[in-house]
C-alpha cells in the first residue's frame, strides 16, 4: 500500500468523521439544552423524556443503525441516518445534565433571585444558567467523546468516517487498516476530553 | 420613587391552607409606615409563609394582603418584588457574582446608570460596615457568615426599597456577631425610617427589634402587643416565650427601656 495515499485517505476520513460529530453534537445541544431547562419548569414530563432518553442509550448502536434504515424520511442509507442515530445516543447526557445542574442551584439563591424581582429570564440567563454550566459541559463533554466513538460505525450504514477503515480492516483482517480508522479516533476522542474540560474548568470560578 | 416613602401593610382575613393543612388561620392586622412589626412564633407557627405574602412569594388561598392598599393579587409582582428588600438566614448572594455585583443587582434590574449603581453600591457596604475597597471585588465564598449577611443587607437596601423584610436574618450567627448585627438593625431603622416586616423565634430578638410584636400559633394570631405589653401579658403562649427570658439578664435591659 503506498504511504502518501494512506495519509490522505487518513486526513479525509478523520475530517469526515469530525464533521459527522460536530454536526451531531451541535444538534443534540440544540434539543437537548433547551428540553433540559423544559424539564426543570415541568416536573411532570420528567419521567417520560428521561425514560426515553434512557432507552435510546440502551440500544445497542449497530442495532439502533440498523432500525433506522427503514424509517421514511430520517432513515435511508447515508450520513442523514447516521447523524439521526448519534443525536439520539447524545442526548442524554446533556439533557439529564441541563435537568440536574439547574435543580441543583441552591434554593436560597433562587428564592433571593424571585424575591429580588428577577424575570423568568433573567432568574434563567443570570442565576441559573451560569451556575449550572459547569455540569452541563460536564455532560458535553461525555455526549462528544462517546459520540466520536460510536460514529466509527457510521461507516456500517454509509455515512462515512473512520468506520470506513476499521470495518474494510475487519473484512481485509488487515491490521493496519483498523489501526488507520482506530488511532485517530482515540486521538480525537481525547483531544475533545481535554478541549471541553479546560473550558469546564473555567467556569469553576464561582 | 421618593427617597424617604415606605410602605402601608395590611392583612385581611388571610388564610393559607396546603391541602388539607391551615397553615395561616384569618390573620388580620395593619402594619403602619415606619414601624417594624416582628412576627414571632415556634418553628411551623407559619410566620415565613406570613411574610412571603408580603412580597408575592406565597398567595393567600383567602383574604388579600394590601402592600400601599394593593392587593398582592393585583399588583405586578414583578414591580411589587423590586420595591421590596428581602433578606434571609441563608442569604443567598449569588456565587457567581462579585460582592459589588451582588449589592448592586436590583439597581441593575432597575436600570440604573452604572457610575449610580457603583456610587450606591460603595455608599451601602459602608454603611453596613465593610470597607468597599476591600469586599467590593471580592466573591461570597470569601467572606465569613456575618459578612455575608450585612452584604445581604446592603443588597435589600440597594434600591431604596419602601418596604424590608426579614426571615430569620440572624438565626445561623454566633450569638455576638448576631448582637452586632441587630445594633446596626436599629442603627439602620433610626436614620431610614423603613417599614420592617421581621421574623424571628427568639423572644430576645423580638423583644429587641420590634415596634410591635405579633406572636402567632398555628397559623392563628395570639396576640399583637408593643414589647412593653408583650412582657405583661399572661396568655399561655406569651407565657411560654417569657419563660425563656426568666433567667436571663437582657429582660433587665428591656425592662429598663
Redesign the interface.
Given at each position: 500500500m503506498n504511504r502518501p495515499g494512506l495519509l490522505r485517505e487518513i486526513l479525509q476520513h478523520t475530517s469526515e468523521h469530525f464533521v459527522l460529530v460536530l454536526i451531531s453534537i451541535a444538534i443534540a445541544l440544540a434539543i437537548g439544552i433547551p428540553a433540559g431547562i423544559l424539564l426543570t419548569r415541568r416536573p411532570m414530563l420528567r419521567t417520560g423524556v428521561l425514560g426515553f432518553a434512557n432507552v435510546m442509550q440502551t440500544v445497542p448502536s449497530l442495532a439502533l443503525f440498523g432500525f433506522l434504515i427503514p424509517i421514511p424520511l430520517i432513515g435511508g442509507i447515508g450520513k442523514r441516518t447516521a447523524i439521526v442515530a448519534l443525536v439520539l445516543y447524545a442526548l442524554l447526557p446533556i439533557l439529564r445534565n441541563t435537568l440536574v445542574g439547574i435543580l441543583s442551584v441552591?434554593p436560597?439563591?433562587r428564592?433571593?433571585?424571585?424575591?429580588?424581582?428577577?424575570?423568568g429570564r433573567?432568574l434563567l440567563q443570570?442565576?441559573e444558567l451560569?451556575?449550572a454550566a459547569r455540569t452541563i459541559l460536564a455532560g458535553v463533554r461525555v455526549a462528544t467523546v462517546t459520540t466520536i466513538g460510536t460514529a466509527t460505525i457510521a461507516a456500517a450504514i454509509g455515512g462515512g468516517g473512520l468506520g470506513e477503515f476499521i470495518f474494510r480492516g475487519i473484512a481485509s483482517v488487515d491490521t493496519t487498516q483498523i489501526l488507520a480508522g482506530a488511532v485517530p479516533a482515540a486521538l480525537l476522542a481525547l483531544i475533545s476530553d481535554g478541549g471541553i474540560g479546560w473550558i469546564e474548568k473555567r467556569f469553576s470560578a464561582? | 420613587m421618593a427617597a424617604s416613602s415606605t410602605a402601608t401593610v395590611e392583612f385581611r382575613s388571610v388564610s393559607f391552607r396546603i391541602g388539607r393543612n391551615l397553615i395561616l388561620d384569618d390573620l388580620s392586622f395593619i402594619i403602619e409606615p415606619g414601624e417594624t412589626l416582628v412576627l414571632l412564633g415556634r418553628s411551623g407557627s407559619g410566620k415565613t409563609t406570613a411574610l412571603k405574602m408580603v412580597n408575592g412569594l406565597v398567595l393567600p388561598s383567602s383574604g388579600e394582603v394590601l402592600v400601599d392598599g394593593r392587593a398582592t393579587a393585583a399588583w405586578d409582582l414583578i414591580q411589587l418584588r423590586r420595591g421590596i428588600g428581602y433578606v434571609i438566614q441563608e442569604v443567598g448572594l449569588f456565587p457567581h457574582f462579585t460582592i459589588g455585583a451582588n449589592v448592586g443587582l436590583v439597581p441593575k434590574l432597575l436600570e440604573w446608570p452604572p457610575e449610580r449603581i457603583a456610587a450606591r453600591t460603595t455608599e451601602l457596604l459602608e454603611q453596613v460596615g465593610l470597607d468597599p475597597g476591600q469586599f467590593l471585588n471580592r466573591k461570597p465564598r470569601e467572606l465569613s457568615g456575618g459578612q455575608r449577611q450585612r452584604v445581604g443587607v446592603a443588597r435589600a437596601l440597594a434600591a431604596d426599597p419602601r418596604l424590608l423584610l426579614f426571615d430569620e436574618p440572624f438565626g445561623a450567627l454566633d450569638p455576638v456577631t448576631r448582637l452586632e448585627l441587630q445594633d446596626q438593625f436599629l442603627a439602620l431603622r433610626k436614620s431610614l425610617h423603613k417599614t420592617s416586616i421581621f421574623v424571628t423565634h427568639d423572644v430576645r430578638e423580638a423583644l429587641r427589634l420590634g415596634t410591635r410584636i405579633a406572636l402567632l400559633d398555628r397559623g392563628k394570631l395570639e396576640i399583637l402587643a408593643t414589647p412593653e405589653e408583650f412582657l405583661k401579658s399572661r396568655t399561655p403562649q406569651t407565657r411560654a416565650f417569657l419563660d425563656v427570658l426568666k433567667m436571663d439578664v437582657l429582660k433587665m435591659d428591656v425592662l429598663d427601656r
Open positions: 441552591e436560597a439563591v428564592e433571593s433571585a424571585i424575591a429580588m424581582g428577577m424575570t433573567q443570570q442565576v451560569p451556575l464561582v | -
